[in-house]
């Protein structure tokens, strides 16, 4: 069974940085798509970062120059490394993966949307002080 386990999250204050680690189980395809995704309190769940096996990336508006999304085979852990926080990016971060029926729909282009990842891991909280 596949599992996804963030961590590093924490607070700082703005202007701070943190890098997250989602680490997949059991995730043993000869291609895949990760993504991380968050949520804040009484808002809808967003996509921020992905990254497939080719290397492609793609990133929310809101986060593109500041977030780099990265990935080290060797330890089947997926990286975001969170620069310039602001206290909007305060939120529940959630590492996920697409499943194989969704490959050919996010083959060059990592998703956003939260549409296509099938696994999630727990979640990583991260909070941006002002």
């Known amino acids: 069974q596949v599992q996804l386990v963030e961590s590093g999250g924490g607070s700082v204050q703005s202007g701070g940085s943190l890098r997250l680690s989602c680490e997949a189980s059991?995730?043993?395809?000869?291609?895949?798509?990760i993504g991380w995704l968050r949520q804040a309190p009484g808002k809808e769940r967003e996509g921020v970062a992905g990254?497939?096996?080719?290397?492609?990336?793609n990133y929310a508006d809101s986060v593109q120059g500041r977030f780099t999304i990265s990935q080290d085979n060797a330890k089947n852990t997926v990286y975001v490394q969170k620069n310039s926080l602001k206290p909007e990016d305060t939120a529940m971060y959630y590492c996920a993966a697409v499943a194989p029926r969704y490959f050919m729909a996010v083959r060059r282009t990592p998703s956003l949307s939260e549409d296509v990842y099938t696994y999630w891991g727990q979640g990583t909280q991260v909070t941006v002080s002002s």
């Open positions: 059991a995730y043993t395809y000869s291609w895949y798509s």
């Open positions: 990254i497939n096996s080719d290397d492609n990336t």
